[in-house]
């Protein structure tokens, strides 16, 4: 166990399937606001569920931050503009 998470603490991944069940499950819990999924139950899911559940936990928080950064240099660039008005 420690060595799993000296591996966890060094590069923030786990080797260990049941670990990466227990963070998986945990990230789950989180979005859905309780504690609904525990990690023995991930194999009840099927490969397109969890795709949504981890698109919304942690890919969807990348895009938007994305976004926030492409709408900041459009406002930057339209302030710059000679002819747009605030």
């Known amino acids: 166990m ?3 998470l000296l591996q966890i603490a060094r590069t923030g ?3 260990d ?3 990466a069940d227990v963070f998986r499950a945990r990230r789950i819990n989180n979005l ?3 504690a609904f999924v525990t ?7 099927d490969e397109a569920t969890l795709d949504v559940f981890d ?3 942690i890919e969807l928080p990348g895009y938007r931050k994305g976004q ?3 709408d900041k240099k459009f406002s930057e660039w339209r302030a710059q503009h000679p002819t747009y008005r605030h």
């Open 2 to 4: 420690s060595g799993a």
């Open 13 to 15: 991944w786990v080797s």
């Open 17 to 19: 399937p049941f670990i």
């Open 32 to 34: 859905l606001g309780g």
């Open 39 to 45: 990690p023995w139950d991930l194999d009840d899911f």
């Open 55 to 57: 698109g919304l936990v």
């Open 68 to 70: 926030q950064e492409i």
